[in-house]
């Protein structure tokens, strides 16, 4: 298990990867959608 | 002593993360470069417990596993001999916040341990095995090498 207090040391080796891949704005789309479906229902309430 | 030590609120919504990178990874990518990451995740940022390890000091290792698995309020028992440390966890807090979340868990979820528990290992005298007893239960178990799965 990855501690969650780790998440920005996993997301920093991630984009390392990825950017060195040229994979980093699809990844970034990718990872938007689920802010979305977590945030975007509560952001609608507030305001 | 332990490298990272952090105290507060957790950010468990992390796991939903790290389960949607997974997936993405290995669909695109393939399981070479989810195993790269998590090589550098094992050798760069827990560098201390793998340097310890190359010294035949699993004391880090030990310690990070106790405070974090109780700092997610993991179910777990870790026995601690001298060329062995047994992780028995009984109830996965990463897999439990996915099923909080209602997130469907990755069939590859679990390459997050292995991975990183190998990566830890890596050219140390130290050897490391996970076998997974049910849906979010595993054992994790590091062993010198001289100390081998005939055991």
């Not at chain 1, 994979?23 to 609608?44: A, D, M, R, T, V």
């Not at chain 2, 290995?26 to 090589?39: C, E, M, P, R």
């Not at chain 2, 550098?40 to 940022?45: A, D, H, L, Y």
């Amino acid at each position: 298990m990855i501690p969650s207090d780790h998440f920005v040391r996993f997301y920093n080796e991630v984009f390392k990867k990825l950017d060195s891949l040229g994979g980093l704005p699809k990844y970034y789309l990718e990872i938007s959608k689920l802010q979305e479906k977590h945030c975007l229902e509560n952001f609608k309430k507030m305001v | 002593m332990l490298r990272y030590h952090e105290i507060g609120e957790l950010a468990k919504d992390f796991h939903g993360t790290l389960n949607t990178t997974i997936n993405y990874i290995i669909k695109n990518y393939g399981k070479d470069t989810l195993k790269k990451i998590f090589n550098n995740m094992g050798q760069k940022v827990y560098k201390s417990i793998h340097t310890k390890l190359m010294n035949d000091d699993p004391s880090e290792l030990i310690e990070h596993i106790a405070y974090f698995f109780n700092r997610e309020n993991a179910d777990f028992y870790l026995k601690v001999k001298t060329d062995e440390i047994i992780l028995t966890v009984r109830k996965c807090p990463a897999i439990a916040a996915l099923n909080e979340m209602g997130l469907p868990v990755s069939p590859h979820f679990c390459l997050s341990t292995t991975y990183l528990n190998e990566a830890i290992c890596k050219g140390t005298k130290w050897k490391t095995k996970t076998t997974k007893t049910g849906a979010g239960s595993c054992i994790q178990r590091f062993y010198k090498e001289a100390d081998n799965d005939t055991k």
